[in-house]
């Protein structure tokens, strides 16, 4: 058998088994209420450094595979479950997913062209201010190619994911299905857009983390990284 090799010293800091080292300002405290204690320095000049921010991070919530498609059969409509399979398969945002139309729906590459997104009833460019092109899989090619059997709204400048009369629908009213259909299938709460770090963590599983960065149409890398550690 191959022994094993142990982490560099950095990877186990990362995974927290290593304290990590006290920051400046500790250090620099602990010195000079020493020296007042000891030497009458008047006063801690270490109070008076400014503390560099720190960044907080949130955990996410994200689905298994099975998970989804619990979700999905727990849906009130055919639509809502092509949707949110859409949604946790692509990593589209919702507004990119309501603004999709026919046309970008590309079955013979198994892609779709995410070109506008739709937010406070304006289409606009997605929120990286370019399009991009994103894998379709196999599940999600199916569902679609069902939704498109319909007999209104299926030409190709038609909104794949239309209201009544062909229009855009109503993202409230989505997550308030969402959220339903989540309690439904015994899944407990989160937000729609976790359905994007749904896809962010199965894809980063599978593909390399720039391609996942160009997929999800992040401008900064590190905000794909958060994926790793799922």
């Not at 109503?170 to 959220?179: E, H, I, S």
Request: charge should be positive; include cysteine.
């Amino acid at each position: 058998t191959i022994p094993a090799k142990s982490a560099p010293p950095c990877a186990m800091r990362g995974l927290g088994l290593e304290p990590s080292p006290p920051d400046q300002e500790s250090v620099a405290g602990s010195i000079f209420k020493r020296a007042m204690r000891v030497h009458g320095l008047p006063n801690n000049p270490a109070s008076l450094m400014e503390r560099p921010r720190q960044r907080r991070t949130r955990e996410i919530t994200v689905l298994s595979a099975p998970e989804v498609h619990s979700l999905t059969r727990a849906t009130e409509s055919p639509e809502d479950s092509t949707l949110f399979l859409a949604a946790a398969f692509t990593g589209l945002r919702m507004g990119e997913l309501l603004a999709l139309r026919w046309r970008d729906i590309d079955f013979a590459r198994e892609a779709i062209h995410v070109r506008a997104s739709f937010a406070k009833d304006v289409e606009s460019t997605p929120k990286s201010g370019a399009a991009r092109t994103v894998p379709m899989v196999e599940d999600v090619a199916r569902a679609l190619a069902r939704h498109g059997e319909r007999e209104r709204f299926a030409a190709a400048g038609d909104l794949v994911f239309a209201g009544p009369l062909g229009g855009h629908l109503d993202p409230n009213r989505v997550r308030r299905r969402f959220a339903r259909a989540l309690v439904a299938a015994g899944l407990g709460g989160m937000r729609f857009h976790e359905l994007r770090h749904t896809f962010g963590t199965l894809a980063i599983q599978r593909a390399s983390i720039l391609q996942v960065q160009n997929w999800l149409g992040h401008s900064d890398i590190k905000t794909t990284q958060v994926y790793l550690r799922y």
